[in-house]
C-alpha cells in the first residue's frame, strides 16, 4: 500500500492581536479621538496631550492611501522583532490613509525595492508573514502598490 503525505498547513495569525482584522479583505484597528483625530494602533490613543479624557473609540482605517515617504531597511531592526537568517532587507513607507488623512508605517510587500515605488502611489492594506514555524505563520499588515508590478530583480 502507497500512502501520500499531505502538505501541512499552518495556522496563520496576527503577530500582534488587536493591530487588524483577518478578514480577505484586512483593516487596521484604530482609534478615533473626541478631537476629531485618528491614531493607531488604539492603544496610542490615549498619550495625545490634546485628548483630555482618554476616550478613545475603536475604528476600522481605511484600507488604501498614497505613500508619504519610504527608505529600505538594510540592516535587521532590534529585538524584540524577529528576524528570519539570513536577513532579507525590506523597503518601509510611511502611508497616508486616504480618509483619515493620518501617516501609517508599514512594510511593503517583498518584491518591491526603492526603485519600484515613489512618494505618491496608490498603495493597498495587506497581510504577509512576519515570521513562521513549524506550526504557525505570523501576520503583519504590509503595504501593496496598486497598480505596479516589483522589478525583476526582486531584491532590496
Known sequence: MTTTSQ???RQRVPA???FFTMDDEPLLIGGRLDTG????PRHL???????SSGEVEEVLLSRRGRIWSFTNSAYPPPPPFIVAEPYVPVVVAAVELEAEK???LGQVVPGFTVDDIEVGM???LILGVLYADEDTEYLTWQWRPVDAEPSAGGMV
Open 102 to 104: 493620518m501617516v501609517v
Open 45 to 51: 490613543g490615549g498619550s495625545d496631550p490634546r485628548q
Open 122 to 124: 496608490e498603495v493597498e
Open 37 to 40: 483625530g485618528y491614531c493607531f
Open 16 to 18: 500582534v492581536e488587536g
Open 7 to 9: 502538505p501541512t498547513t
